[in-house]
């Protein structure tokens, strides 16, 4: 619901929400924008395909969920799908590289990063640089590492680093607004790499535009991400 909702914030137009069909209730109850629809393992692909002709980019894996059924969508999804996506969140959990000609945005914490690459966070955290651009060959993606200054890497052609966020960022659900910025971006046809690293300063000046600095929650950023897109 926080991605959907980010992306509207960031000026997406036409937002759909898909979920496994025992949550689909509980978010018809939370959001009101987006269009929602439903799906079960034995149908998940072929209904998310159909949902997605229509749209510009694709956001995987806030509220996704683990296991081995899940892991399979993700990749069939990417493997199927011809529209740039970002992976965030349950969507990581195991991911391995899939070949694809359109672009792939990952978006991990330190955490995150150091099972994609297997390691550990604290080898991550004394590493950030190398860590995200490793990563990014790795996967033939751009990688959005999260943290105090994100870093955003690309294959062969380096890093950028933003560097205007606040500590306030540091709580949960803050990631999964951050992934439907970049989705937004995304789908307005920005280049991979500077859609990804507007959508981190976007995210960051919307913090920080916030009232609360302490005690901000996720859904704060959503009423400040408009003014920050216009500063």
Do not use: M, N
């Amino acid at each position: 619901c926080l991605t959907a909702l980010a992306a509207f914030r960031a000026d997406a137009g036409y937002v759909t929400l898909a979920v496994p069909e025992a949550s689909l209730p509980v978010v018809e109850g939370l959001v009101l924008e987006p269009v929602k629809i439903g799906w079960s393992d034995a149908d998940a692909v072929d209904t998310i395909a159909a949902a997605a002709e229509r749209a510009g980019a694709l956001a995987l894996g806030p509220g996704l969920g683990r296991g081995d059924a899940r892991r399979a969508l993700v990749r069939a999804l990417l493997q199927r799908l011809e529209l740039p996506a970002v992976v965030d969140a349950d969507a990581l959990f195991g991911l391995e590289p899939v070949e694809r000609s359109a672009p792939t945005v990952l978006t991990p914490h330190a955490g995150e990063l150091a099972r994609l690459l297997g390691t550990d966070s604290a080898w991550v955290g004394q590493h950030r640089l190398e860590a995200a651009t490793t990563a990014a060959e790795r996967f033939g993606a751009i990688v959005l590492l999260k943290g105090a200054d994100t870093i955003v890497a690309a294959p062969g052609t380096g890093a950028i680093v933003c560097d205007l966020g606040t500590p306030a960022l540091a709580t949960a659900g803050t990631g999964d607004v951050l992934t439907g910025v970049v989705a937004s971006f995304l789908a307005k046809g920005l280049e991979p790499q500077l859609a990804a690293a507007a959508a981190a300063v976007a995210h960051q000046l919307a913090a920080a535009r916030s009232p609360y600095q302490a005690g901000l929650v996720a859904s704060d950023l959503l009423s400040t991400l408009p003014a920050a897109l216009e500063a």
